[in-house]
């Protein structure tokens, strides 16, 4: 064994691993993960309007990824977050949250344009995380430490070459299928383990990572839309999630990491597949009440965005066309009346909260 946790891993093995990946119990995994992830897939595509809960959705990952570093985001932070008013946001909490969503947006916009996954890229989004010009490692000295008893566990690969030259193999890992025969849930478990394992960057390696899953699902077209997200998972195993990484490195157990990916998939599924039915089970039983209210000013297209957006404000319904601003003010205002939607004041500006629908993505 030639791993020591102090000295850089330069001899970090290619993908795929000398290992027997082919156990029952993966098997078995393999099998269950898919068909959830199907079915999540396959609701996505019964879903009238798609793209309305997308912009939550990656909201709340965003939000959830970054609190693995232990970020505190105020729930009102992160309303401003909702609607772009990125310049009036000062905790710098928040600001990570909205630069995340911006790498994960672009990063399916990459992905759409080129049907490959690059490691430009990848520095793309780590850059547009991180609001920084930072790109691969250059210099000697980035240790990983256990995060609750701070020793360290891994010091990964160094020197630039080398880096891009393991990046490079994972690269064609990654697009080339034709290279093994494994299923694309298991290899999005290796890919995961490898990427953080070179650990490219200085810092973001676990937020790039995390994106690149969830891109990985799109491009193999495991996933239409982008709602799979590992990041809860993770954190509520974190230290499984930590001990299942080392031993990929120090006992080559490939087994116990891959099957806890499967776990998380399949797991994450579920909970996706049930979180989207309770959104547009509130959204169905929201309308009757805002039609008495609005009367034959009642539209399908305002519930839409109600539900687009956690916090809306007036300005949103007329730019979608729904109604002139004093005239979207007044329906705002009724709506508010209801109970379902309660303002607040921020800065000059006004704003709606959904508070049901935050609720259940908070929960
Ligand atoms: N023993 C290990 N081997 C390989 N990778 C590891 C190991 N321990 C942790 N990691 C990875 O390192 C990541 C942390 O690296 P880094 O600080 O660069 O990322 P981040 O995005 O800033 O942080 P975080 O993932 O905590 O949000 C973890 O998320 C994990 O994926
Ligand atoms: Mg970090």
């Not at 839409?304 to 007044?330: C, G, M, V």
């Amino acid at each position: 064994m030639n791993f020591n946790k102090n000295q850089p891993y330069n001899s970090l093995p290619d993908l795929p691993p000398k290992a027997d990946l082919e156990t029952p119990e993966i098997f078995k995994l393999t099998i269950k993960a898919n068909k959830l992830l199907a079915e999540l897939k396959g609701y996505c595509l019964t879903l009238p309007n798609p793209n309305l809960l997308l912009n939550t959705i990656i909201l709340q990952e965003s939000k959830e990824s970054n609190a693995i570093e232990n970020i505190v985001t105020t729930q009102d932070e992160l309303y401003k977050a909702s609607l772009n008013i990125t310049d009036k946001i000062k905790n710098p909490a928040a600001k990570e949250v909205i630069q995340y969503r911006e790498a994960m947006y672009w990063g399916l916009e990459q992905i759409n344009k080129n049907g490959i996954i690059t490691t430009n890229m990848l520095v793309g989004i780590m850059q547009k995380l991180r609001n920084s010009d930072d790109n691969i490692r250059k210099n000697p000295g980035t240790k990983l430490a256990n995060p609750f008893t701070k020793s360290i566990v891994y010091t990964p690969p160094e020197g630039e070459s080398l880096i891009r030259e393991k990046l490079a193999q994972l690269e064609k890992f990654i697009n080339d299928d034709t290279l093994n025969d494994l299923d694309p849930l298991i290899k999005m478990a290796l890919i995961h383990y490898q990427f953080e394992a070179i650990h490219p960057f200085g810092d973001g390696n676990g937020r790039t990572g995390r994106i690149l899953n969830v891109l990985y699902l799109i491009n193999k077209d495991l996933l239409g839309l982008p709602v799979l997200y590992l990041s809860r998972y993770i954190i509520q195993h974190k230290s499984d999630y930590y001990k299942f990484l080392r031993e990929v490195t120090e006992k080559n157990n490939w087994e116990a990491w891959v099957k806890f990916v499967l776990k998380g998939i399949g797991e994450t599924a579920e909970m996706t597949l049930l979180k989207i039915n309770t959104i547009l089970q509130l959204k169905q039983d929201t309308q009757p009440l805002i039609k008495k209210v609005l009367k034959s000013s009642y539209s399908k297209e305002l519930v839409d965005l109600l539900f687009s957006y956690p916090y809306i404000k007036t300005s949103i319904l007329e730019e979608n066309s729904i109604a002139k601003r004093q005239t979207a003010a007044e329906y705002l205002k009724k709506i508010e009346n209801t109970g379902l939607i309660t303002s607040i004041k921020i800065g000059k500006e006004v704003y709606y909260i959904n508070t049901g629908l935050m609720k259940v993505l908070s929960e």
